[in-house]
């Protein structure tokens, strides 16, 4: 069965550090991959989307792996904040419906 | 641009009981999805509308059900309320633009007793 793994276990880093996140799937051949963060008690606000045929995309501080051979993206934070203590989410879509999967997230802490 | 509203944000039901949760998409976006959220399963997808009709479905049960109205509003319906039905509702909108962004409203809070 389609799996997307996110580890489950919180990141904790130290201000100014680079956080990276880890997504991994399974059985599963994505069109697309997005990440989403989410604050408590808050829906999920989208990031960033990197296509299949990409293998990096950046926007700020933010920057995307997608390497559809090992089925596994990566998503780093560079001179990470604590504003940036959150859980991020990915989430894959194989095409067509729009609508995707999404993994269960992993909650980031950042510590000044 | 206001982003997508939904209401009621918390909601107290027992067992047994129905509810009725409303969303209110970005101006312009024609498809509105649902999903729930629990720590447990994390957000699942319920179903999708687009143009009044249900154009996706996940897999819950018929005791979920949703609809669309001609302004794109939608509500979603939960009859026979379970205590596991107990979670974040968090309804999205996506835009025709980029058809693939998830825009997310602050979701409701269900709490069955």
């Known amino acids: 069965s389609q799996k997307i793994e996110q580890n489950s276990e919180a990141l904790n880093i130290q201000e100014g550090k680079t956080a990276t996140l880890t997504c991994n799937y399974t059985n599963y051949s994505p069109a697309y991959l997005q990440w989403y963060r989410q604050d408590p008690g808050r829906g999920p606000v989208f990031l960033l989307l990197i296509r299949e045929n990409e293998k990096e995309k950046r926007k700020e501080r933010l920057k995307v792996t997608f390497d559809t051979t090992l089925k596994q993206s990566l998503f780093h934070i560079t001179a990470s904040q604590p504003a940036d203590s959150a859980t991020y989410l990915c989430a894959l879509e194989k095409g067509g419906s729009y609508i995707p999967t999404f993994g269960r997230g992993t909650s980031l802490i950042v510590h000044p | 641009k206001a982003g997508v509203t939904q209401t009621p944000r918390y909601l107290i039901k027992t067992r047994g009981q129905q509810v009725t949760l409303s969303c209110s998409p970005i101006s312009g976006h024609r498809s509105v999805s649902w999903y729930q959220q629990t720590p447990g399963q994390g957000l699942q997808f319920l179903f999708e509308y687009f143009s009044e009709t249900q154009r996706n479905k996940g897999n819950f049960p018929g005791r979920f059900s949703g609809r669309q109205f001609s302004n794109s509003r939608s509500e979603m319906n939960v009859s026979t309320l379970e205590l596991g039905d107990s979670a974040l509702y968090l309804c999205?909108?996506?835009?025709?633009?980029?058809?693939?962004?998830?825009?997310f409203g602050p979701g409701t809070r269900l709490l069955v007793l």
């Open positions: 999205a909108s996506i835009g025709a633009g980029a058809q693939e962004t998830q825009y």
